[in-house]
Nanobody, 116 residues
Framework: QVQLVESGGGLVQAGMSLRLSCVVS????????MGWYRQAPGKQRELVAH???????TYADSVKGRFTISRDNPKDTVYLQMNSLNPEDTAVYYC??????????WGQGTQVTVSS
């Protein structure tokens, strides 16, 4: 059974940094994109960043220049380095993995809370 195991969330003050990690537990054949979404209370889930198997990255405008996504393909792991955090970044962050054959996987979510 495949699971996406997230870690690295927590409570920080504005201006500080966090690094999220997501490891694939089990086997996903033909991984394509790996990414992070977030959902704040009362809001829809939104894309934060994703990275293709070839290393191409996409970021939400609100995090450009502050967040960096990366992946370690041999370890089936994706990271999200979050710098200069602000209270608007407070949300549950979800790891997402898509395969070339159309399978979609989600992590259980990790809470990020930024205090002002």
């Amino acid at each position: 059974q495949v699971q996406l195991v997230e870690s690295g969330g927590g409570l920080v003050q504005a201006g500080m940094s966090l690094r999220l990690s997501c490891v694939v537990s089990g086997t996903i054949r033909l991984i394509n994109t790996m990414g992070w979404y977030r959902q704040a209370p009362g809001k829809q889930r939104e894309l934060v960043a994703h990275i293709t198997s070839g290393g191409r990255t996409t970021y939400a405008d609100s995090v450009k220049g502050r967040f960096t996504i990366s992946r370690d393909n041999p370890k089936d792991t994706v990271y999200l380095q979050m710098n200069s955090l602000n209270p608007e970044d407070t949300a549950v962050y979800y790891c997402n993995v898509n395969s070339w054959v159309g399978a979609v996987y989600w992590g259980q979510g990790t809470q990020v809370t930024v205090s002002s």
